[in-house]
């Protein structure tokens, strides 16, 4: 748990983070104490995910293409697409609350 007296923001930021990664790492009592660590693994993981679902979308109708049919292998390659958009804005998210976490201040530019 983070200490007592830590910002509600700082509480919400680790329940996130560990959202974004293998559900074994809420059973490591330093990455709950230490949530810049726990950035830094949430950034490892959600980098690691965004990588394999790349490489897995330039072999998904080689690999796909005779064992379903079309209109699904269509709906895998947009789940693909639209999973990998989710993971490039919480790679961004994670990236944002470390640097939170250090203590720098967002401002916000035009």
Do not use: N
Not at 13 to 19: I, Q, R
Not at 38 to 55: D, F
């Amino acid at each position: 748990m983070l200490p007592p007296g830590a910002p509600e923001w700082e509480q919400s930021a680790t329940s996130w983070l560990l959202d974004l990664c293998p559900a074994d790492f809420r059973g490591y009592a330093v990455v709950r104490r230490h949530p810049l660590g726990l950035a830094w693994l949430a950034y490892q993981q959600v980098g690691a995910q965004r990588q394999a679902l790349a490489r897995g979308l330039g072999k998904i109708r080689t690999d796909l293409s005779r064992d379903l049919p079309p209109d699904a292998l269509e709906e895998m390659i947009q789940t693909v697409e639209h999973e990998q958009a989710r993971l490039m804005a919480a790679h961004r998210g994670v990236e944002l609350v470390a640097r939170a976490l250090r203590g720098e201040r967002y401002i916000p530019r035009m």
